[in-house]
Antibody, heavy 118, light 107 residues
Framework: EVQLVESGGGLVKPGESLRLSCAASGFTFGNYRMNWVRQAPAKGLEWVSSISGTSTYIYYADSVKGRFTISRDNAKKSLYLHMNSLRAEDTAVYYC???????????WGQGTLVTVSS | DIQMTQSPSSLSASVGDRVTITCRASQTISTYLNWYQQKPGKAPKLLIYAASSLQSGVPPRFSGSGSGTDFTLTISSLQPEDFATYYCQQSYRTLLTFGGGTKVEIK
């Protein structure tokens, strides 16, 4: 069974940093592109970043480029999101999500809440 | 970036109704269009991929159609468990984008 479990969320002040983690199981992690997708309170879904299976290709939404860094450790079957210079508008539930052929996202974690507030 | 526009943003319907949600892309995306269902407090769930392919385990009352810039998600006979928010998502470009969502509520 495919499982994605996020951790690392919490309450931080504007300008601070946070690292999210996602532990994957039930599939060959290194064979899949992975994504971070976020959802602000009572808002829609926003794609944040993605990374290819070998970390060769990395992409970011304009809203986080230069502040967030995605990475992965295939030996540990883990995905990470390093978030710097956090802003109030980064407050959201962050989902780890598996990318499938044609760009569909077929598995999602339960999400971890990041709150940026002074 | 490719902008995805869904309509309506919300709708009220009764159990047994046929429901149609539309999604329009700001440029042609072929059939690189996926649909998700999200219930409150839960992660999204993939329903339809590549515009019209039903994800494994999804009831056949859900169907998708369209290509180019205009797409449709149809629920043939709305069930109580279908009251949720639905999102479209394009995967034509590497930078993925989602529509704003359509909330389906009980009439």
């Amino acid at each position: 069974e495919v499982q994605l479990v996020e951790s690392g969320g919490g309450l931080v002040k504007p300008g601070e940093s946070l690292r999210l983690s996602c532990a994957a199981s039930g599939f060959t992690f290194g064979n899949y592109r992975m994504n971070w997708v976020r959802q602000a309170p009572a808002k829609g879904l926003e794609w944040v970043s993605s990374i290819s299976g070998t970390s060769t290709y990395i992409y970011y939404a304009d809203s986080v480029k230069g502040r967030f860094t995605i990475s992965r450790d295939n030996a540990k079957k883990s995905l990470y999101l390093h978030m710097n210079s956090l802003r109030a508008e980064d407050t959201a539930v962050y989902y780890c999500a598996r990318h499938q052929d044609e760009g569909r996202i077929d598995y999602w974690g339960q999400g971890t809440l990041v709150t940026v507030s002074s | 970036d490719i902008q995805m526009t869904q309509s309506p943003s919300s709708l009220s319907a009764s159990v047994g109704d046929r429901v149609t949600i539309t999604c329009r892309a700001s440029q042609t995306i072929s059939t690189y269009l996926n649909w998700y269902q999200q219930k409150p407090g839960k992660a999204p769930k993939l329903l339809i991929y590549a515009a019209s392919s039903l994800q494994s385990g999804v009831p056949p009352r859900f169907s998708g159609s369209g290509s180019g810039t205009d797409f449709t998600l149809t629920i043939s006979s709305l069930q109580p468990e279908d009251f949720a928010t639905y999102y479209c998502q394009q995967s034509y470009r590497t930078l993925l984008t989602f529509g704003g969502g359509t909330k389906v509520e009980i009439k």
